[in-house]
């Protein structure tokens, strides 16, 4: 894989995700999900999120990103 290659697949893993199926299943079921519970909220309750019904999802999004000179570190 070349270098211009690989830049590319990052953007389009940035936009859309991995390519996971489990995964974008999980997402799918927790955004409809969260859209019939705040259809269904009371008016004074807070609006729910697609990571209030996804603990997959939730926990790799709180995962912070590594930078080039950490990975390097960790790697080697």
């Known amino acids: 894989m070349t270098v211009p290659e690989y830049q590319i697949w990052l953007l389009y893993r940035q936009k859309y995700g991995g390519l996971n199926p489990m995964m974008r299943t999980e997402w799918g079921a927790a955004l409809v999900s969260s859209v019939i519970a705040n259809v269904n909220r009371g008016a004074n309750s807070q609006p729910f999120t697609v990571t209030d019904f996804s603990p997959h999802l939730a926990s790799s999004l ?3 990103e590594l930078t080039l ?8």
Do not use: D, G, I
């Open 69 to 76: 000179e950490e990975a390097k570190r960790l790697w080697n």
């Open 62 to 64: 709180e995962k912070e």
